[in-house]
Each structure stands twice: as structure tokens, then as C-alpha cells.
């Protein structure tokens, strides 16, 4: 949750000349709304069963995927994101993250949420980020990620 997936994705798929996808547009275009909507409608459960089901779906070979925060955590999407794709992780302090999301609306673990337990979540969830086959720094800016993440894929 804003360490720029989504931006850097973008950025490395288009210097590819490879498809990009953001799991987290896929789900919406799925559910026919936005993710904040579904999460108030249906719960964060339901929306990790979505999730699931459709992350086989978007790794597919020479694409560029941007997966929500939360996607790695389960153990068996982690098994298919290992076997299907070269995981990569950037990696910012929290510090950053919190910055870059305030005043968003448009992010449900977020929205609501305090600093102290935004923070809790991130945490709990580093552990598994940090298993990513690699780790590129977040705090440099989206053009230098990109270029990094690049020498990875094509190296």
C-alpha cells in the first residue's frame, strides 16, 4: 500500500513492451465496483476469496503485475506467485507509505484505520514481502525503481 506498484508497474511494462496488469483493477472490473465499495458491501473476506480466484488469471508469462498488499499473505497465493512469476519487492519505510497514502479514499485497510494500526498491518505483513526473490529500494524515485526492477526481470 503505496510503495508505487502500480505507477513502477506501469513504468517497467511499457519500457518492456510487455502487457501490465494491476490485480486490484482486475477485481474491480470483476466485482462491476470499486474495491472500497466492495469491501463495504461485502467484507474483506469475500474480497480475498475474488482475489484469489483471480490471481491465477493475471500471471501470466512476459507481463508486468501489480498485486495488492494483501495477495502474498495467503499461503497458497504465495505458492502460485513463486511458481508463476519473479516476485519483487519494494520495499519503502513506513514512514513513506503512511505519506503517500494520506488523504486517499480509495483504500479499505487504510480508510478508518490509525497510524499505530496501519502499521501493525504492515508489519505483520513484511515477513512474507521479504521472502520476494528480490528487493528493490521504494524510497528512490519511480523512474530509478523501474529501471531496477528491469536489469532484474531482464537479467
Known sequence: MGCGKSVVGVLVARRAGVPFIDL???????????ISEFFETHGEEAFRVLESRLLPTVLQPDTVVALGGGAPVDDENWRIIVERSLPVFIDCEFETLWARTAGTTNRPLRAGRTREEVQALHEQRLPRYREAIYRVNGELDVDTVADEILKLWSG
Open 24 to 34: 486490484d483493477l482486475t477485481i474491480e472490473s470483476e466485482a462491476g465496483m470499486p
